[in-house]
């Protein structure tokens, strides 16, 4: 298995990172042939997801995300900003991990998607991706 945890900025603000690109050197610096690519996010306030991004779904994913985790005072977990509970729930609803498959070197993705950081958490602007790519 080849491994390497990457570190992304994401900012003050709520934001959907686009990860491929990233993925893609990877798997090219692995010599990767066919496997599977596994993300993972180790941080408890973000998650990643495989959407189409530059079109608007990232966006609306973000204003999906508002709408079903408000950040308001209505969370048990409390510290950090105001509404930062909502943070840690947002792992269950947008996993901290994606596998995909990869054939020839190159990951299986339909045409639109793109694996992506999701990260609603303003109080944390720099977070770690670990990519590891199991053989086939």
Do not use: H, K
């Given at each position: 298995m080849h491994s390497e945890e990457i570190?992304?900025?994401?900012g003050g603000a709520e934001v959907v990172h686009d990860l491929t690109d990233r993925c893609a050197r990877f798997l090219?610096?692995?010599d990767a042939g066919d496997g599977l690519l596994h993300v993972w996010v180790p941080h408890a306030t973000a998650g990643l997801a495989v959407i189409e991004t530059?079109?608007?779904?990232?966006?609306?994913?973000l204003a999906a995300l508002r709408e079903l985790l408000?950040?308001?005072s209505r969370w048990r977990h409390r510290h950090g900003?105001?509404?930062h509970g909502r943070d840690h729930v947002l792992p269950g609803l947008v996993p901290p991990y994606a596998t995909v498959p990869v054939l020839g070197g190159v990951m299986a993705l339909g045409t639109w998607q793109s694996i992506c950081l999701v990260d609603t958490n303003?109080?944390?602007?720099?977070?770690?991706?670990?990519?590891?790519?199991l053989a086939g």
């Open positions: 570190e992304i900025r994401t090219s610096d692995a530059g079109a608007g779904s990232d966006e609306d994913l408000p950040a308001d900003t105001p509404g303003v109080d944390n602007p720099v977070r770690r991706v670990r990519l590891s790519f």
